[in-house]
């Protein structure tokens, strides 16, 4: 159950080689344990950010990493959104099935990614590139 | 550009990695280069990888990893991944990647003990 969700910024990453891979981990994994997040949905969002953040780098030809709080009333979570400027996702359903790639992996990123993750919200066009956000919120039993 | 390395540690025949930073991708494929080298020039029969330290594993981590398992085997050693964090072990799976064919054990101890039953 999803009201209005609030957003609060905490970090934004520029992405522009594959180091910045790993800086984006750490920051993800930073604020998830300053958010008290468990070890397990930490190492989801950071698993998920990874992937989502190398595509970004591979078929995106780059972009920035917004880091932010996501509040929904009592309920907080940690976001990301993942914004490039490239050529779009050809067809998002077909991109999101395991298997499918256009390059030489196994096609398990995006659908990974959003299996991991409590929401997951894909844009892509041609036009404006492709932006995707996920977050995970605090389980109530600190989960 | 500091040139990184992940250390390689000989033991008896066996090659020791220990990784523990966030390996970053091309830190991971110069350890893959390493390992190769280091597995003629020392003619090892066994490498263990104690990823212990990785509190994350994605595709390519993953990948990299298989492949150094299948490169070894094809230089004749066998290679044991030690030390795999529960909660990276839950999200391998629920990526949808099963490291199939890569021997695996809790911890160092436990890694070199299956290594020397592989190696006989
Ligand atoms: N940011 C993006 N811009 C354009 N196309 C993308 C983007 N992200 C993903 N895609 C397309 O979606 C496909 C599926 O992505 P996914 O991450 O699932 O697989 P992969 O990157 O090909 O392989 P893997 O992630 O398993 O190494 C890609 O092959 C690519 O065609
Ligand atoms: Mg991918």
């Known amino acids: ?143 | 550009m500091t040139l990184e390395r992940i250390a390689i540690v000989k033991i008896e025949e066996c090659l020791l990695v220990t990784i523990q930073v966030d390996m970053h991708d091309r830190l991971a494929l110069t350890l893959r280069e390493d390992l190769g080298e280091r597995l003629l020039t020392t003619q090892a029969r066994g490498v263990l990888l104690d990823i212990s330290g990785l509190d994350t594993l994605d595709t390519f981590i993953a990948r990299v990893l298989a492949g150094i398992s299948s490169m070894a085997k094809l230089l004749g050693a066998e290679t044991v991944l030690v030390g795999m964090q529960p909660a990276v072990a839950m999200t391998l799976v629920e990526l949808g990647l099963t490291l199939e064919g890569v021997h695996t054990s809790l911890d160092v101890d436990r890694g070199m003990a299956l290594l020397k039953k592989l190696l006989v």
Request: charged share 20%; net charge negative.
């Open chain 1, 1 to 143: 159950m999803i009201g209005v969700v609030i957003t609060t910024p905490l970090q934004s990453i520029v992405v522009r080689q594959d180091r910045d891979i790993s800086v984006v981990r750490r920051a993800v994994s930073t604020h998830a344990e300053r958010l008290n997040l468990s070890v397990l949905s930490r190492t989801r969002l950071v698993t998920a950010s990874s992937e989502l953040t190398r595509n970004m780098l591979v078929y995106g030809g780059g972009g920035v990493v917004e880091l932010k709080v996501y509040r929904d009333g009592e309920r907080l979570g940690l976001g990301a959104t993942f914004a490039d400027q490239g050529p779009g996702i050809d067809n998002v359903e077909d991109a999101l099935a395991d298997g499918f790639t256009s390059g030489v992996g196994l096609g398990l990123g995006l659908g990974g990614a959003r299996r991991l993750v409590d929401q997951f919200d894909i844009q892509s066009s041609e036009v404006t590139g492709t932006s995707i956000s996920v977050a995970i919120w605090l389980k109530d039993d600190g989960r």
